[in-house]
């Protein structure tokens, strides 16, 4: 509050000084005003891009567990298949079924036995045989359990091949969760099944596959991932946990938590709340319609929004230094000359307007002239401080919204072909440099081969099989070795450096490895005509590129992988429905042979039957040979 009473004269000069600095503080907020709400538009921009970058990271991730899971119960369900074809498991559950007999149940206990691990990995926690429909079971690899009755599974489930999540099953999983794979089968030849092959996975099995959906306990891009944790719902109120270093799932039941309340969307969905430990995270979850349980994955806020600590940091250092610029220049050119307020303060207003182009006419050669120039340079100063805050906003806001862009893509493109085109065509327009590449590695895993690239010098290289061996002297053989980026500001001066041919102008190269969970799948190379052209913001930028990319691939391999295994699983049970029924060999022979043709697509199919014991297999039907009597 201002203080009207009557106070002594004060000198000249004391007058002066005070004057000055009430202009200054009058001045000081109309000159800040345009950098502050700059400043906070463009972190606020910031702040949206990133989440919906880190929505479309986690929903990417959510997908990609979801498939995993699919993959890893389809995985369970060829095996019981495969186990129901076995003649010994089927004659020994035939002779099960008529008169229970102690030799006969450990025969096929070690036949059951065989099935629980694949190639030194187990699959089961334990595997039963139970009758259909009343579902007792007639034999266990758990000895224990011969007479149970299933209760928790219905006659309905029983007879219905699939792999089922359940929930405190009083046998199996009281209290918690385990997964039930099962394979029907005709163990007496009956029309209708007479028995079930179940597949259990509890305790330890369902830690070990939650430890694997927990993709954000590694360090990937800009973010802190490791706080984040993947969660299983269960409808309608359970989560299932997995802590780090944990040896089982811990249940939580019946809380109140936002994702149970919310629709069960079998797309990605994203929610932020807060959980119930009372921390603010971010989160992305999935629901599969046929077993009633979604997948969750969080991810604290603070993580999400660590990006922004840097440009917020940067704007409060810029607006601060030009508030002392400001402050210093104001008082020096008021107390040098008073008397032209008029004209100081119109200039004040029309810069603090924005008006940068505006300035004071510099025709005296008196004090007055001096001050003109002095705060025409000042205005020189503001805008080009200004017109650098605006380039440098826009230059990560355009980076982060092509990352965004590659998100995107991963999550829209069908073709990883069209995926990786666009992604170095993005690289190279939306950043402005000169070259970029992607490189992945063969089957072997010893050659980096070059998959994309842009421009014409791209398609040459494309046309020619470029390639690269892994930890040869170049910068994608280091990466791809050491799986770390490697930056060339000078490429004379690193030894790592190929010279290609093709790109003789390049002067610095940056290589970042694309890899999931630690595995190497290849390298994102990009290239520029200038020395010091990639900046640790550039970097970044690129790491959270080549961190997307990575998770496309995988998922496009794990996909392409799932769709072989579901063709070979339809290809098995065609053939063994086509030969069921089948009572002459003749028919049983030719009908393979047919089969196999229309598969295959082999030219020549031959099926021969020969009888075994003697010094020479002797062959006693003619061969079928689908190449003679083909259709």
């Given at each position: 509050?201002?203080?009207f ?8 000069a004391s ?5 000055s ?40 991730a ?6 995993a ?17 076995r ?17 006969l ?24 045989i ?34 089922r999540?359940i ?27 007479d028995?079930v092959l ?10 070990r596959l ?29 989560l ?8 089982t799932?811990?249940?939580l ?9 919310a ?5 990605p ?7 119930p430990d009372?921390?603010?995270?971010l ?25 922004l ?21 104001t008082?020096v ?11 100081l ?6 810069i ?28 020189d ?49 939306r950043?402005g440099?000169d ?6 590695l063969?089957?072997?895993?010893h ?14 290289m ?8 892994v930890?040869?002297q ?7 070795a050491?799986n ?27 290589s970042?490895?694309?890899q ?5 799948l290849?390298a ?17 930028i690129?790491?959270?590129?080549a961190d ?11 996909a ?5 295994a ?12 086509e ?9 049983v ?8 043709y ?32 083909k259709e």
């Amino acid at each position: 509050m201002f203080n009207f009473r009557r106070r002594p004269k004060a000198p000249a000069a004391s007058r002066k000084g005070s004057l000055s600095r009430k202009m200054a503080v009058a001045l000081l907020p109309l000159t800040l005003m345009p950098a502050l709400l700059v400043g906070g538009a463009a972190f606020l921009r910031a702040r949206s891009l990133l989440i919906d970058q880190a929505v479309g990271q986690m929903s990417t991730a959510t997908q990609s567990q979801v498939s995993a899971l699919q993959s890893w119960a389809a995985i369970r369900q060829q095996r019981l298949f495969i186990g129901t074809q076995r003649r010994a498991i089927l004659e020994g559950t035939a002779g099960l079924l008529q008169t229970p007999s102690d030799n006969l149940g450990a025969k096929v206990r070690q036949e059951l036995g065989d099935l629980i691990s694949s190639r030194g990995e187990v699959l089961f926690s334990e595997i039963l045989i139970a009758t259909l429909p009343d579902g007792e079971v007639l034999v266990s690899t758990n000895p224990d359990r011969g007479g149970e009755k299933l209760t928790d599974l219905s006659a309905t489930v029983l007879q219905t091949a699939g792999t089922r999540p359940i929930f405190g099953d009083a046998t199996f999983s009281p209290g918690s969760l385990a997964f039930f794979s099962l394979s029907p089968m005709r163990a007496s030849g009956s029309e209708v099944a007479d028995a079930v092959l179940i597949g259990v996975n509890s305790g330890t099995q369902v830690a070990r596959l939650m430890e694997q959906l927990q993709v954000y306990w590694e360090r990937r891009g800009v973010y802190r991932i490791e706080p984040g944790l993947t969660y299983l719902a269960v409808a309608p109120n359970i989560l299932i946990e997995f802590q780090p270093d944990a040896l089982t799932p811990r249940t939580l039941a019946g809380i109140d938590h936002p994702v149970t309340a919310a629709p069960k969307s079998s797309e990605p969905t994203s929610l932020e709340y807060t959980n119930p430990d009372g921390a603010s995270v971010l989160a992305a979850y999935q629901w599969i319609p046929e077993w009633d349980m979604g997948v969750l994955v969080e991810l604290p806020s603070s993580d999400v929004y660590a990006g922004l600590y840097s440009l917020a940091s940067f704007t409060a250092t810029l607006i601060i230094a030009s508030a002392a610029v400001i402050l210093i220049v104001t008082i020096v050119a008021a107390n040098r000359v008073l008397s032209p307020l008029r004209s100081l303060s119109d200039f004040a207003a029309r810069i603090s307007q924005g008006e940068w182009l505006y300035r004071l006419p510099e025709d005296r050669n008196d004090e007055l002239g001096a001050l003109a120039s002095a705060f025409n340079r000042m205005a020189d100063e503001l805008a080009a401080t200004y017109q650098s805050l605006e380039e440098k906003v826009e230059e990560r806001t355009r980076q982060v919204r092509t990352a965004a862009e590659v998100a995107r893509a991963a999550t829209s493109v069908p073709s990883l072909d069209e995926l990786l085109r666009r992604a170095v065509d993005l690289i190279k327009e939306r950043f402005g440099y000169d070259h970029a590449s992607i490189f992945l590695l063969d089957d072997a895993g010893h050659f980096a081969v070059l998959r994309e690239s842009t421009g014409e010098v791209g398609a040459a290289m494309k046309a020619r099989r470029h390639s690269l061996e892994v930890g040869s002297q170049s910068m994608i053989g280091w990466v791809t070795a050491n799986n770390q980026p490697r930056v060339a500001s000078d490429v004379s001066a690193d030894p790592m450096h190929f010279k290609n041919e093709l790109l003789p102008e390049t002067r610095s190269e940056v290589s970042i490895p694309l890899q999931v969970s630690g595995k190497v799948l290849g390298a994102l190379d990009v290239q520029s005509k200038r020395e010091n052209a990639f900046g640790s913001e550039n970097i970044e930028i690129l790491q959270m590129l080549a961190d997307q990319l990575s998770a496309a691939i995988e998922n496009a391999r794990l996909a392409q992988s799932s769709a072989t295994a579901a063709d070979r699983a339809r290809l098995i049970t065609r053939v063994t429905g086509e030969l069921s029924g089948l009572l002459h060999y003749d028919q049983v022979l030719q009908t393979a042979a047919k089969s196999l043709y229309h598969a295959l697509g082999q030219p020549d199919i031959m099926v021969k039957l020969v009888i075994p014991g003697d010094s020479e297999d002797r062959e006693v039907v003619p061969s079928v040979d689908l190449g003679v009597e083909k259709e």
